[in-house]
């Protein structure tokens, strides 16, 4: 089996697909009934969108009771996260995880030598 990532696997997406997505993601998580009115399309439209987003693995649907009617609860996937853009050779970015990081400090010059330096 090929693994695909997240982000090849949103280019192959409709364009109600994207959108739908965004919602999601936008929102945090949306109850079903209110994500096919926001996009503006019917009801079982909105149900095709999110069934085809959770065939793909891009958001997570769970049944729920909203407004005393039964419907599902949308959450987002996390996306593949590219860390490569935190390193310079085998060395983290120091601005992770400090508050103030002083441009002419030794671990913030090394670090910028190790990115210049890279292939």
């Known amino acids: 089996m090929v693994a695909v990532s997240v982000s090849e696997l949103e280019a192959e997406l409709s364009a109600d697909e994207r959108a ?11 109850h079903q009934s209110d994500f096919w009115k926001e996009l503006d399309v019917s009801s079982r439209k909105g149900s095709r969108i999110v069934e085809s987003l959770v065939e793909k693995g ?3 649907r769970e049944d729920t ?4 009617h ?10 593949d996260l590219d860390f490569t853009l935190l390193m310079a050779g085998d060395m983290l970015s120091p601005y992770i995880g400090e508050d103030e990081v002083d441009p002419n400090s030794d671990a913030f010059s090394q670090w910028i030598m190790n ?5």
């Open 58 to 60: 891009l958001v997570d």
């Open 115 to 119: 990115l210049a330096y890279e292939e």
């Open 70 to 79: 039964n419907t599902y609860y949308i959450t987002p996937i996390a996306r």
């Open 65 to 68: 009771i909203y407004n005393g």
């Open 20 to 30: 739908g997505l965004e919602l999601v993601r936008e929102s945090g998580g949306i």
